[in-house]
């Protein structure tokens, strides 16, 4: 029988905490789209929601009355992030666009 020998690490509660520290820091810069990154061209409803801070009723309202244009993809809806800025800034008026057959 062989047997190896692994070489032990001895790991410090300093290493620990650095590394708890750089770990936390990672996180949360994934869950906030990285700091230094461009914000995403286009949010899903979450996203505006959580933005904007208001709820699915009022987003859903948004969307009847045209104020947030918005793409249904595949049963997903995206809004552009340019016109969620534009309706903070209030640079967008309510619009209601109906298609007739």
């Known amino acids: 029988m062989q047997f190896k020998i692994m070489a032990a690490e001895i790991i410090t509660k300093e290493d620990l ?4 520290e750089r770990l936390l820091s990672q996180m949360k810069a994934l869950i906030s789209g990285g700091s230094n990154e461009e914000p995403r061209k286009f ?5 505006v929601k959580n933005l904007l801070k208001i709820s699915n009723n009022t987003l859903q309202t948004l969307r009847d009355n045209g104020t ?5 993809i595949g049963g997903i809806l995206y809004y552009n992030y340019e ?5 903070l800034k209030g640079e967008v008026k309510s619009k209601r666009i109906s298609f007739s057959k």
């Not at 949010?43 to 996203?47: D, E, G």
């Not at 016109?83 to 309706?87: A, G, L």
């Open 17 to 20: 905490q650095e590394f708890g």
């Open 43 to 47: 949010l899903k409803s979450y996203q």
């Open 68 to 72: 947030i244009p918005f793409t249904k």
């Open 83 to 87: 016109d969620i800025m534009k309706v």
